[in-house]
Structures are given as C-alpha cells and as structure tokens.
C-alpha cells in the first residue's frame, strides 16, 4: 500500500497573495523582494470532525443576559459540613473528601448520609471497602438507621451506575475512588487511568441527573491526594479532613470550592457514639481558670472562625550547657526566635534555663499571632506574674522587639470581647517591653498585695 507524500510548502506573497511551491527572492507577480514568506500548513481538522450547531438551550448568549440567581442548595443536615460547603449541598456538585487512613471520613459520610435520608432524600451509600454487614455495624452504633439510606457493596463502576439507576437516589456516596474500577478502562483500580475515568464518569452522572456526588480520596504519604493532578481539577469541591489521632478533635476544611468561600473550618470530636459536630470550640483550647504563672491567651484563626487558645510555659533553672527547648503544639523554630527577642529585647533572661511550652487541648497553633502570648507566657513564668484572667495577647514579633499587627486582628479582637476578655495586648503597645510592663502593672492591680498592719505598742518586742 502506498503511502501518501506530505505535500510541499506553499509560499505566499504578503502584498499580492500571489503562491509557488518553492521559496523564491522575488515575487513573480509584483516583483517585490523579501515579501514571499512560508505559511502555516493546514491542520485537517475541519475535515475529520463537522461542526455541530447547538440548540437553543446551550446556544452561546452575551454574558449581561445570563441570570445571577444562585443555585438552590440544600443541607446535608450537618451545621459544620454545610459551613464549610458553603451554606449546603448544590445540585449536581461533585465533592472529593480526603484524609489520612482513621481519621474519621467514613463515619463523617455515615453521619451525613443518615441525616440527608431523615431530610426526606433517599441516599445511595456504595462502599468498596467494606462489606454491607461492617456498614450496619458501624451504622448501628453511631445510631445512623434509616430507611431511605440504601447501602451497595460494589468496586465495579458499571454495577454502582446500575445501582443508581434502581434506587434513584438525592444523594450518592463512593467510598473511595481508588478501589472502583472501570472495564473501559486496563489496569487495576487505583491507577490514575483507572482514577480518571471513574471520577470523569460520576462526575458527567452527576451534571446530567443534577445528582451530587461525594467521592472519598485517599492520600498520599505527602498528605496529597492520591491519583492524578486532575481530579481535583475535575470536581467543584476538595474537602480535607484532618486531625491528631491522639486528640479527639477533628477539623474539615475546603482546599476548593466553586460554590462558597475556602477559609471556613467545621469542627468536630470523635465520640464513642460516632461523630459529633462542636459548633463553638471556644473552650476546647482553654484551661479551668488557673491563676498560675506562665499562662497566657491568644486567639487563632482556624479559616473565619477565632477561636481562643491557651498557651502555657513552664521554666526550671538548669546546669546543663544546653537548656532544653521542648515545644507542644507550637513551631518550635519560632518559639526559639521568641525565646532570642525576649532576652536580648525584653531583658529577661531564658539561656540557662529549660524552657518548656505547650498549648492546651492538643491544638496547633503555628501562626505568627503566637509570637506574643508565647513571650509572655514565658516571661510570666520566669518572672512569677499570673496574666488575669480578662487579658488575651494576639501580635507578631519583629527581632527588633515590636509588636506587629496580624491578619483579621478586628475579628480577633470582636471575638475576645464576646468571649469576655476585657482587654487585647496587640500591636498598640508597640514593642515588646511595653507589653510586658502593661501586663506586670495589671497583674498586680488585679492581685493587690495585702495591706502591712502598723505595729501597735503591745506588739514592740520586749528588750
């Protein structure tokens, strides 16, 4: 079979159009030099594939007649899940879900499906990780029992479509995305051809049927999600679930969403009942109110949500040539910092003493915001001065010993107030001394030293 030659370059007069298959100096109608250039060869799109002309609903509109009204959405029956969804659950959105292995994202959807089939929407749970009798379980302790909650055992994409089309579902959960494998697709499941086309093919379920979908992910050693770049690039919403094994607290945050904001943080706290949602955290982080030295409140931004955060310090005099640093819950490197601008700026001195610090609760709290509450809960127990009980400290610190603003410090300050904190050492004091010396004056104006009594002639000592 003979092959088809390329056809040659054509050449192209810019001034008259005038072609020829070789490049010459000289145009041949115009006689002009340097004008005859090379073009482009064609493509052969437009013979291989026929333009389609769309119908009235999908024709192309000028953008100032596209209506704004937003998409109705409808709760998940989870405060702290629709917070962070932005108000709800839209039609037809495709969300990823993804955490480390035990972190709680089975129960969560669990919870969320069983409250969904309460709303009055049936729900299609397809588990390919577990079978429907570890479900029930599960089920039957966090107390998710309903009717209207249809669970499928399934790791075939084909089968799980089916299973939609017999249930006709409000809701559909995959759990996860890499133990489903598509036939149109080789490879065993989890590789990304295989991630890739049972994402695609949800996700067009769902913009068809206006249908959500939440999809579980599993991640990577890194925390990144496993499989291909593009399927996040693919859904409208990437949630991450997250928390420390050893504390109960669990927080879920967006990394995308085409619906709502990415800043909002829902909170909860893993129970022996399941899952429970925790719609004020404020005094998860705090202690039982003791006046002791080397204590200090700060307030931290978890997205748009502040929330106070009990730092403590603890320092013990040593011998040894190198004190110890240990921190818990905070950035060690900044602490060290802190601990270097509070001797050489704050003239108190921490090099020949071991210095321990720890927030309460198990939280972390890496922001720059720490940097005061963290100087002066050290300061505090250094130098024996109990911070009242009506004082938080919220600010950065420059190695030069000022006290710098911080982001949302109106919101911080705003939620300090309702929380009855009757004052904020922020960055109005300046610089680091300052803070200090206004913290020391009003510890002692809260903790007045009792009144010496005048001795009396009977209490004169006999000579």
Known sequence: MATRKPAPPAFACTECGWTTSKWVGRCGECQQWGTVQEQAAKTGILRQISPLTPGADRAARPITQITTAETPRRTSGVAEFDRVLGG???????????????VGKSTLLLEVAA??????????YASAEESQAQVRLRAERTGALHDELYLASETDLATILGHIDEVQPGLV??????????SLSDGAAGQPSQVREVAATLIRVAKERHLPVIIVGHVTKDGQVAGPRVL???????????????????????LKNRFGPTDEV???????????????????????????????????????????????????????PNPRRVVSGLDSARVAMVLA??????????????????????????????????????????????????IAAVGELSLAGEVRAVTQAAQRRSEAARLGYE???????????????????RSRSAHPAPKRRKPEIDDVPPF
């Open 115 to 124: 409250q969904a089939a309460r709303g009055g929407r049936r729900v299609l």
């Open 173 to 182: 959960i995959v759990d996860s995305v890499q133990t489903v494998a598509s």
């Open 341 to 390: 601008i509070l001797e050489k700026r704050g003239r108190v001195p921490t090099s020949k003493l071991d210095v321990y610090v720890s927030t309460v609760g198990g939280v972390r709290f890496t922001e720059p915001a720490a940097d005061l509450a963290i100087a002066i809960a050290v300061a505090g127990s250094i130098q024996q001065f109990s911070v009242p009980r009506t």
């Open 88 to 102: 709800g659950i839209v039609p037809g959105a495709a969300i990823l879900l993804s955490g480390e292995p035990g």
């Open 423 to 441: 004052q904020v050492i922020d960055e109005r004091s300046a610089s680091l001394k300052a803070a200090l010396d206004d913290v020391r004056s």
């Open 266 to 320: 829902g909170c909860f706290e893993m129970t022996g009942d399941g899952i429970a949602e925790v719609p004020d955290p404020s005094g998860l982080f705090l202690g039982q109110g003791s006046t002791e030295p080397g204590t200090c409140v700060a307030i931290a931004m978890e997205g748009r949500r502040a929330l106070p955060v009990e730092v403590q310090a603890l320092t013990v005099e040593t011998a040894a």
């Open 232 to 254: 996040e690039h693919l859904v409208d919403v990437v949630c991450h679930f997250e928390g420390d094994r050893q504390t109960a607290l669990r927080f879920i945050r967006a």
